[in-house]
């Protein structure tokens, strides 16, 4: 299964919304993970099952969607949100796999 | 506290061997699958394979199939990965992480650096 993630970068401003979507290539139900990253460290799980915020994640974070179609939201940028964000898909496995990251800049 | 320490990345040849090990802490190793995922330089993520708990079942991803080989010893809460016929394009950071469920990549190390050159 082909995720397809975009846009691959971003520009935004502290206090925007920030949306971000993936494409599955076949229908995955809701079986999607959402990722950050920050530069020089692992990977941090925001969101699971494409809407389930993670123990301690802000509540600014939010996803949404199911079959191919999924959206990331950022409701109001942060300055600690800079970062790059991945989705996961794991419906059909292996491979459990990844979008191409979509970079959120100043 | 949850703690995942990757080792073993060095500068290797190619047609090279390495391993590269995952010490664990924090948590009840053998009760969770674990992944390793790797990133190239400047790139993006890309799923290397999975372990389950006891072992018995592994997955690899299409670019390491029959070239990788994932194993862990739940006595020593360790993981390994076990990497023959490195090529150019293997080069990269390496992570294990832990898996809830086998789905969500819950924890993750910091990486170990591969490179694969002449």
């Known amino acids: 299964i082909k995720m397809t993630q975009s846009p691959s970068s971003l520009s935004a401003s502290v206090g925007d919304k920030v949306t971000i979507t993936c494409q599955a290539s076949?229908?995955?139900?809701?079986?999607v993970n959402w990722y950050q990253q920050k530069p020089g460290k692992a990977p941090k799980l925001l969101i699971s099952?494409?809407?389930n915020l993670e123990t301690g994640v802000p509540s600014r974070f939010s996803g949404s969607g199911s079959g191919t179609d999924f959206t990331f939201t950022i409701r109001s940028l942060q300055p600690e949100d800079f970062a790059t964000y991945f989705c996961?898909?794991?419906?059909?496995?292996?491979?459990?796999?990844f979008g191409q990251g979509t970079k959120v800049e100043i | 506290e949850v703690k995942l320490v990757e080792s073993g990345g060095v500068v290797v040849k190619p047609g090279g061997s390495l391993r590269l090990s995952c010490a664990v802490s924090?948590?009840?190793?053998?009760?969770?699958?674990m992944h390793w995922v790797r990133q190239r330089p400047g790139q993006g993520l890309e799923w290397v394979g999975l372990?389950?708990?006891?072992?018995?079942?592994?997955y690899y991803g299409d670019s390491v199939k029959d070239r990788f080989t994932i194993s862990r010893d739940n006595r020593k809460n360790s993981l390994s990965l076990q990497m023959n016929g490195l090529r150019p394009d293997d080069t990269a950071l390496y992570f294990c992480?832990?898996?809830?469920?086998?789905?969500?990549?819950?924890?993750w190390g910091q990486g170990t650096l591969v490179t694969v050159s002449s």
């Open positions: 099952d494409a809407s």
């Open positions: 996961q898909q794991y419906d059909n496995f292996p491979p459990y796999s």
């Open positions: 372990i389950s708990s006891d072992g018995s079942t592994v």
């Open positions: 992480a832990r898996a809830l469920l086998w789905q969500q990549l819950t924890d």
């Open positions: 076949q229908d995955i139900k809701y079986y």
């Open positions: 924090g948590f009840s190793f053998e009760d969770y699958a």
